[in-house]
Nanobody, 124 residues
Framework: QVQLVESGGGLVQAGGSLRLSCAASGRTFSSYVMGWFRQAPGKEREFVATINWSGSSTNYADSVKGRFTISRDNARNTVYLQMNSLKPEDTAVYYC?????????????????WGQGTQVTVSS
């Protein structure tokens, strides 16, 4: 497994932007598929974005497509989530996750390493 630490959350007005970072330590970062998930109060954890081992392929939830961008820097052992045009419904705790492999995956069940989460609050 790999250890993950998220940062970059906060309070932002609707229409604003935030960039989340997830720093990984442990085994070779490029051996892992990375994903971002979120969980709002009273709701189940949901998929947001995922990226393959090299960064050449990504996938997004329909609700964030065109507004969020996932990227990774394997030299820095870090994955990012750039969030633009934020909406109040994006308010949630955002989690970074990792699973050993090469191709991206949208199911939270596929991931075996999780960060502690970072709160994102979007005010209207």
């Amino acid at each position: 497994q790999v250890q993950l630490v998220e940062s970059g959350g906060g309070l932002v007005q609707a229409g604003g932007s935030l960039r989340l970072s997830c720093a990984a330590s442990g085994r070779t970062f490029s051996s892992y598929v990375m994903g971002w998930f979120r969980q709002a109060p009273g709701k189940e954890r949901e998929f947001v974005a995922t990226i393959n081992w090299s960064g050449s392929s990504t996938n997004y939830a329909d609700s964030v497509k065109g507004r969020f961008t996932i990227s990774r820097d394997n030299a820095r052992n870090t994955v990012y989530l750039q969030m633009n045009s934020l909406k109040p419904e994006d308010t949630a705790v955002y989690y970074c996750a990792a699973t050993y492999g090469r191709s991206w995956n949208v199911s939270p069940l596929a991931y075996d390493s999780w960060g502690q989460g970072t709160q994102v609050t979007v005010s209207s």
